[in-house]
């Protein structure tokens, strides 16, 4: 039976994607009926806690909507008992993130927070305190489904799959996303279009494309070749060559520039940094500028700036995931889950990216209907192997899984690179790595 109120933890309460999320909690009041919403975070983050909180407070009150904010320090507190705990947290902070996307330029490797060495160093911070909150979970609430947008979204996923008890589902944005962008490419309403994407996070192909329920995935990928708009805030939108695309014969995700447009790519971010600095830099300045609209006594309603931030439909995304298995809707979302043969080339317990139906029991993957031929599942199984090995050198504290998890990365691939990158790494997130 259905419970009449819900309680819901936030853990990174103080990110500035909050308001998304409490625009979503407002639309959906009525099919979701959260009673008590904690927002928590760690005391360095006090500050912006408190001024998205009274914001979340305000936005709500506007709304009419009769949900308790609650804002602490004390994870436990706000863990016990709650029906769903979200993660959007940044081990490290931006000064982190900064660094992941600095020291692999210097071994002219591409710097990202999500993929590659970047990615990697962030895995190793987030892992053990996503994997600590799923302890405070175990024991406070055992039932609670943990949905998690925290990157690499995929490597912690699996990490709490193959380390936890807990439910867990997780989540990205760019699934959406790429679905309103296929929706504007054809200049139909987003309802109108599914799509089966295949993959894991942030290393998925849309196999195929459906609007109004015909199938129009040639036609789609016909017109995406050329087109830039098939990326991300944060993602250089270089476009697709008709010949590439028609080969493939899926679209890629944003994310993929990075392997297949690797020396591009390197050279743009090299010419960045330089001219704009890095990508962390740039989102220290829109975050300070989203908090200091967030200030404003008067400011009731997500500000449109936040789209800068690279957030954008995070709320839909985490919304409809929270309210379908609260309603038990049976609906088709594309989320991060445990594989369990979905997709044979890989092992069973590796997370993969998929569409699934969401019930009340969580998240149960789909049959895939287009063969996983090998243009997919060459690069797909190799980074796989990568994440398996990062997601051990992260819980373990192990350095030869480390060293090897980089060195097969394709975009390191050498040993005479991945040493000196790895001790960099580790060297300069010392203080937050006592598991090595």
Request: with cysteine; charged share 25%; aromatic share 8%.
């Amino acid at each position: 039976m259905k419970k009449p109120h819900l309680k819901i933890a936030v853990i990174g309460g103080g990110s500035s994607y909050t308001p998304e999320l409490i625009e979503g909690f407002i639309k959906r009041y009525e099919e979701l009926p959260v009673k008590d919403l904690y927002l928590v975070d760690i005391e360095e983050g006090r500050e912006k806690l408190e001024i998205v909180g009274n914001l979340a407070k305000r936005m709500l009150e506007k709304a009419n909507v009769p949900i308790q904010v609650h804002l602490t320090f004390d994870r436990r507190e706000a863990i016990k008992d709650a029906d769903f705990v979200t993660t959007q947290l940044r081990v490290g902070l931006l000064e982190a993130r900064g660094r992941d996307e600095r020291i692999p330029l210097k071994y002219n490797c591409i710097g990202q927070e999500t993929t590659g060495a970047g990615g990697f160093a962030k895995g190793l911070r987030t892992i053990p305190v996503i994997l600590d909150i799923c302890k405070d979970m175990e024991e406070l609430a055992p039932n609670a489904f943990l949905v998690n947008f925290t990157n690499p979204a995929g490597m912690v996923t699996e990490a709490v799959l193959k380390y936890s008890k807990i439910r867990t589902i997780g989540l990205c944005n760019l699934p959406i996303e790429t679905k309103m962008q296929i929706a504007g490419l054809m200049d139909v309403d987003v309802s109108k279009i599914d799509i089966e994407m295949v993959g894991i996070n942030h290393l998925n192909w849309t196999t195929k494309i459906f609007v109004d329920g015909e199938d129009r995935t040639d036609e789609i990928l016909f017109q995406a070749s050329g087109e830039s708009k098939f990326t991300m805030t944060n993602i250089p939108g270089f476009a697709w060559s008709q010949e590439f695309i028609q080969s493939l014969g899926s679209l890629p995700c944003g994310y993929h520039r990075y392997y297949y447009m690797k020396e591009k790519m390197l050279k743009k971010q090299l010419e960045e940094i330089e001219t704009k600095g890095s990508r962390a830099e740039i989102v220290k300045q829109v975050e300070h500028e989203l908090f200091e609209l967030y200030k404003d006594p008067d400011l009731a309603i997500k500000p449109k700036q936040l789209e800068l931030r690279g957030g954008a439909f995070y709320s839909e995304a985490a919304l409809n995931l929270i309210s379908s298995i609260y309603n038990n809707k049976k609906d088709v979302q594309i989320v991060n889950v445990q594989n369990n043969g979905t997709i044979p080339s890989l092992p069973n317990d590796a997370s993969i990216e998929v569409n699934c139906v969401i019930s009340s029991d969580g998240a149960k993957p789909v049959q895939i209907t287009t063969p996983m031929n090998a243009k997919i599942r060459g690069l797909l199984q190799v980074v796989k192997a990568y994440e398996e090995l990062a997601v051990e050198a992260a819980v373990k504290g192990d350095y030869h899984a480390a060293l090897q998890a980089l060195t097969i990365h394709p975009l390191v691939g050498s040993v005479d690179i991945a040493k000196p990158l790895l001790d960099d790494i580790l060297a300069e997130n010392k203080q937050y790595l006592p598991q090595f």
